[in-house]
């Protein structure tokens, strides 16, 4: 853990620093985070609590006696957390500590109770990490009991070695508790980490402000860069600040993701410079799956027919010269292509020969989904496929016929390739180890939610 840390952060270091706080993106833990952290922050905490207790030093006799004294277990039946505005989480422990003290003629067993009380507060670290930091600790302890078996002789030594016990606790609780908050940073700290997008790509999320904390949520604004071969990727025009309301995405949910449609535009933009879009779709001659050839083209295009008595396949270059352009309008969101598709037939002495060209505009729905701690989209055809004849090489072309042939040719592949390219997904905010569980995803006016419990991998 450590280690990857140790990586990203360097990684960090390394990439060229990014100034525009776009684009947006808000990380929001709701109160029911809480729940969930104190059911699997307990055994954690049980396990820092066990400090190391130094001998019992007995100074009642002639000679001073060393007691050994053991923490046998340490129990904690009952941790709650709270949210301070402004400040962060309020921990409210109550702990029992069973120790053994080894002294003559047979050990002594006891249990002490503890409330632990401590605010944590939650602030922005200067690497663009969550950071959270105990401000506050106190220890109350109860009166300790002694176990059955224990005779009667014991209560004499009860009260000193009480009063050691107390004493090395008060000290060594409180820390623990800060080391645990440690630990708890460095794994926060992934949350900087480069994420693959592609094989030349990456997303890289940090917190660019201090975090709004209320009653009810901590908020982080955070700001994602995709980076292209090591370059981010800049949107051209001025920053517009993803602000993200409240009561968006379902209700109750541990975590809700607001993505902006800035962050979109950056992923379109990356998958544009990277022409990832761009395909070929070859037609192999007695093809199922492509039946395009010259001579089919020949019974629309007479010049084709011509020049090509033998059929012979066809090529479709379909190239995307303008960035997809993507909206989100309440519950739906849609994005619109414009590619450049070349077709091109191969000529007797199999070089390629270009018959003409189109413009196409595509419009398509966009469909998200949330695995692991991807998103993930998925597209279907809006409408028609729009047509306009660019360049001609074979004379005149019936745009009606080419709307039907292209509708049948080109639908198909491009939405294979596309779904294909958009189910490789995005990673969305995350931590190591720690996944997306039962996500809802919500389309609403410029933005998109992901409502989700968590769920830590240990
Ligand atoms: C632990 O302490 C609580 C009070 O803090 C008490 O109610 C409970 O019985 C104790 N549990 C054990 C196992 O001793
Ligand atoms: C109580 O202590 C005495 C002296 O230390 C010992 O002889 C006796 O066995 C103890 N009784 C019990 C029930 O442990
Ligand atoms: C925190 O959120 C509340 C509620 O949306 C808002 O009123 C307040 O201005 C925010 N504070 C900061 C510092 O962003
Ligand atoms: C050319 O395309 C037509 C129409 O799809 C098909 O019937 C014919 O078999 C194809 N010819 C060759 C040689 O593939
Ligand atoms: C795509 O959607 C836009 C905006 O709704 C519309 O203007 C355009 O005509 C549509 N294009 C196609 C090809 O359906
Ligand atoms: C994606 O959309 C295509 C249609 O464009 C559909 O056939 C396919 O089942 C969809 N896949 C998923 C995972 O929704």
């Given at each position: 853990m450590t280690r990857s840390c140790g990586l990203g952060l360097l990684l960090v270091l390394v990439l060229p620093v990014v100034s525009a706080s776009r684009p947006g993106a808000v990380v929001r833990l709701n109160k029911a985070v809480l729940s969930y952290v104190s059911e699997i922050g307990r055994a954690p905490l049980q396990q820092a609590l066990r400090v190391t207790v130094p001998y019992f030093l007995d100074r009642n006799g002639e000679v001073i006696q060393p007691s050994r004294i053991q923490i046998l277990s340490v129990s904690v039946p009952h941790l709650?957390?709270?949210?301070?505005?402004?400040?962060?989480?309020?921990?409210?422990?109550?702990?029992?500590?069973?120790?053994?003290?080894?002294?003559a003629?047979?050990?002594?067993?006891?249990?002490?109770?503890?409330?632990?009380?401590?605010?944590?507060?939650?602030?922005?670290?200067?690497?663009?990490?969550?950071?959270?930091?105990?401000?506050?600790?106190?220890?109350?302890?109860?009166?300790?009991?002694?176990?059955?078996?224990?005779?009667?002789t014991a209560p004499a030594l009860l009260v000193p070695v009480q009063k050691h016990i107390k004493a090395?606790?008060?000290?060594?609780?409180?820390?623990?508790i800060s080391n645990l908050v440690q630990d708890l940073n460095v794994h926060l700290g992934t949350l900087v980490g480069l994420?693959?997008?592609?094989?030349?790509?990456?997303?890289?999320?940090?917190?660019?402000?201090?975090?709004?904390?209320?009653?009810?949520?901590?908020?982080?604004?955070?700001?994602?860069?995709?980076?292209?071969?090591?370059?981010?990727?800049?949107?051209?025009?001025?920053?517009t600040p993803f602000r993200l309301p409240e009561h968006v995405g379902r209700d109750g949910a541990m975590a809700t993701v607001g993505l902006s449609l800035d962050l979109f535009d950056s992923a379109f933009l990356l998958l544009q410079k990277a022409g990832s879009l761009n395909l070929d779709i070859t037609g192999q001659l007695k093809s199922d799956d492509n039946p395009l050839n010259t001579s089919m083209l020949g019974q629309h295009i007479p010049e084709v027919a011509r020049q090509f008595p033998e059929p012979m396949p066809v090529v479709l270059k379909v190239r995307l010269s303008a960035t997809p352009?993507?909206?989100?309008?309440?519950?739906?969101?849609?994005l619109r292509l414009q590619p450049f598709?070349?077709?091109?037939?191969?000529?007797?002495?199999?070089?390629?020969?270009?018959?003409?060209?189109l413009d196409l505009a595509v419009n398509l729905t966009l469909k998200f989904s949330v695995s692991?701690?991807?998103?993930?989209?998925?597209?279907?055809?809006?409408?028609?496929?729009?047509h306009t004849v660019a360049a001609s090489n074979v004379g005149f072309i019936d745009t009606n016929q080419m709307h039907m042939l292209m509708g049948s040719l080109f639908e198909k592949p491009l939405l294979d390739h596309l779904n294909a390219l958009l189910g490789i997904g995005v990673a969305l905010p995350n931590i190591?180890?720690?996944?997306?569980?039962?996500?809802?995803?919500?389309?609403?006016?410029?933005?998109?939610?992901?409502?989700?419990?968590?769920?830590?991998q240990r």
């Open positions: 709650r957390l709270k949210l301070i505005a402004g400040l962060g989480v309020h921990l409210a422990a109550e702990a029992n500590f069973t120790f053994q003290v080894f002294r003629p047979e050990p002594l067993e006891l249990m002490l109770p503890v409330v632990l009380l401590a605010d944590a507060r939650v602030a922005q670290g200067s690497i663009g990490t969550p950071v959270v930091s105990i401000s506050a600790c106190l220890s109350l302890f109860g009166d300790a009991i002694l176990f059955d078996g224990s005779n009667s090395v606790l008060r000290d060594k609780v409180c820390l623990s994420n693959p997008v592609g094989p030349e790509s990456q997303i890289r999320y940090s917190m660019i402000n201090a975090p709004n904390i209320t009653n009810d949520y901590i908020s982080l604004d955070i700001n994602a860069v995709l980076f292209l071969l090591g370059k981010p990727i800049v949107l051209p025009g001025d920053a352009t993507a909206t989100l309008h309440a519950d739906t969101a849609t598709v070349e077709v091109l037939a191969v000529a007797s002495n199999s070089a390629f020969q270009s018959l003409f060209s692991k701690v991807k998103l993930q989209g998925n597209t279907t055809v809006l409408g028609d496929i729009q190591l180890n720690l996944h997306y569980a039962s996500p809802e995803v919500f389309v609403y006016e410029g933005y998109v939610v992901i409502s989700s419990r968590l769920f830590f």
